[in-house]
């Protein structure tokens, strides 16, 4: 199963936008979820996670202060808050799965699955 990042979109630096992440057929409420992200001509890096219950998170420090990450449980999605954004937080994001049972601590891709198509992200000076 695939999980689908969406909402993103052309957004002026300063600005917010509101990312979910979803899943057809199966509930996010048994996974640690974590978000990341890609811009162009740069290697996939991890932006945040929180962990299956939604009680831990952990966002890197380039966005910590800005994004805020959260479970929804009655939409069964997990979302990404990104407020006062920059222009080099442009890229695509998606959204994967992990199911360590010390959850929102793994930061590598190693660690993830269910990768789908992301969503793109631009933010204008």
């Known amino acids: 199963v695939q999980l689908q990042a969406s909402g993103g979109g052309l957004v002026q630096a300063g600005g917010s936008l509101r990312l979910s992440c979803a899943a057809s057929g199966r509930t996010l409420g048994t996974s640690n979820i974590g978000w990341f992200r890609q811009a162009p001509g740069k290697e996939l890096e991890f932006v945040a996670v929180i962990d299956w219950l939604g009680d831990k998170v952990y966002n890197i420090p380039a966005v910590k202060g800005r994004f805020t990450i959260s479970r929804d449980k009655v939409k069964n999605t997990v979302d990404l808050q990104m407020n006062s954004v920059k222009p080099e937080d442009t890229a695509v994001y998606y959204c994967?799965?992990?199911?360590?049972?010390?959850?929102?601590?793994?930061?590598?891709?190693?660690?993830?699955?269910?990768w789908g198509q992301g969503t793109q992200v631009t933010v204008s000076s």
């Open positions: 994967a799965a992990e199911n360590s049972p010390d959850g929102a601590k793994h930061m590598g891709t190693q660690w993830y699955h269910d």
